[in-house]
């Protein structure tokens, strides 16, 4: 009796392949080919270019070119935070391939690392109490102004300000100014004008303080416009970034980006 199953069994078998019913193999998926990682040195105290979601998330204008960047050129933006001063230092030492932070192209720093053309350009301001009386530089003698430790802010603070008796106080980051602002240790700060702004001035504690004096927008101390900043020698990398940034300037990426988080042309001049 089992020979007989058996054997029809097997005839059963040979009649389906005859008959084409045997199913081939089916090929499992391709698994996706992982992009090669860009590292990215991000200074995330810097609202709204360069900050954190309340979930600890980078975020902000200068995280948004990343990825639009990175996407250009097929690569994968991995962030590494840095404190500000040691941003090149840290690029120079290999901890990170480029700098996308908001960095200022001057060219001090051009003696040191390699810049793309700019992203955007924004001028700076000086901010205290409104209601100080204000005429020229020298009428801020006395007053102690906090700065990002190593920013282009600070060069201007200690070439201009110091100088006629106002007191500079280098912090690494620039939150911690903001604190300091309102908590009464300091007087006021020199930033980017749309950074102080979107970080202070238009927040409950910036009630009560504005901008005094002129825009800031000197070269010999602000540059040419944020790039991103690289290792010199990279010029591969460094065309393909200057080509990643044309192109989002042209087909549109740039721009919607930049309503995201502003009412005017960031790019500037």
Known sequence: MNTIKLTMAIVATAALVACGKTEAPVAAPAAPVALPELKVAIDPTYEPFTFKTADGKPTGFDVDIAEALCAEIKRQCVYVEQVWDSMIPGLQAKKYDVIISSMSITDERKKVVDFTDKYYNTPSRIVVKADTAFTDLASLKGKKIGVLKGSTQEKYAMGELKGVGVKVVPYEAQDQVYLDIKSGRLDGTVADSVEVNG??????????????????????????????ALRQGETQLKDELNAAIKAIRTNGTYDTISKKYFSFDVYGE
């Open 199 to 228: 970080g202070f001035l238009s927040k409950p504690e910036g009630a009560g303080y504005g901008f005094v004096g002129p825009v800031l927008a000197d070269t010999k101390y602000f540059g040419y416009g944020a790039g991103v």
